[in-house]
């Protein structure tokens, strides 16, 4: 068949992009879902010091992924610890997505309250 000569080299230069771009975006989308469960894990550990009557903040920030913002939040007889993260896509010029974590924990009684 000489009228197919070449057609895979044809075919493979048009998919190409899309596949890269494919795998460009799954790998973006793991990264993210890793930096989400990291995230939820520094605010649990954030809430539940700040519940304990320790410093929150810092307990969340030992366990929160790099460039990550913690906030400790009491009001009352509740804890709220909020975590944000950027995850930056593979690619160089594409912007960053930020994901966030809650953790809410009660105070414990006979602590002295909650602690940012």
């Known amino acids: 068949m000489p009228r197919d000569r070449g057609s895979f080299t044809a075919e493979l230069a048009a998919g190409l992009p899309a596949l890269l771009l494919l795998l460009l975006a799954g790998l973006t989308a ?23 009557g320790q410093p929150g903040g810092p307990a969340g920030a030992a366990a929160a992924p790099a460039g990550a913002e ?16 950027p995850v930056r896509a593979l690619g160089a010029r594409l912007p960053r997505i930020t994901v966030t974590a809650t953790a ?11 602690q940012p």
């Open 30 to 52: 793991v990264n993210a879902v890793a930096t989400k469960a990291a995230c939820l894990g520094a605010a649990r550990e954030a809430a539940l010091a700040a519940s304990r």
């Open 70 to 85: 913690v906030s400790v939040v009491g009001d009352g007889d509740r804890v709220t610890a909020t975590v944000r993260a």
């Open 104 to 114: 809410v924990a009660a105070v414990e009684p006979g602590n002295p309250g909650p």
